[in-house]
């Protein structure tokens, strides 16, 4: 059964910097999305929200980033065969999260 998991991260950026940083940085939330194994994303902006979708291994993840003042939550909807890892997903998807978003 999939499973979906959600990351609020906190940020004093602002939205448009945040944004910025996520369209920036997608590349790296991607990484730890698919947790090393090969998967070819699809993303699509729909105002201040991002919508992706990954299909690999015959699997298919999906989620959207959502870009607010004060914080981004990103949910991520696992396929039952990574439903298991999904709490290490989720501690990677958060690491590197919270480096793009941390005040330079």
Known sequence: MARPVTIMLKHDLGRDEARKRVEEN???????VANGALFRFQEDWSG???HFAAKGLGQNITGDIDIFDEHVRIIVTLPALLAGIAESIAGNVEKQG???????
């Not at 919270?98 to 330079?104: G, V």
Request: proline share 0%; net charge positive.
């Open 26 to 32: 997608f590349d790296k939330i991607k990484s730890a």
């Open 98 to 104: 919270q480096i793009l978003l941390e005040k330079r």
């Open 48 to 50: 201040d929200t991002l």
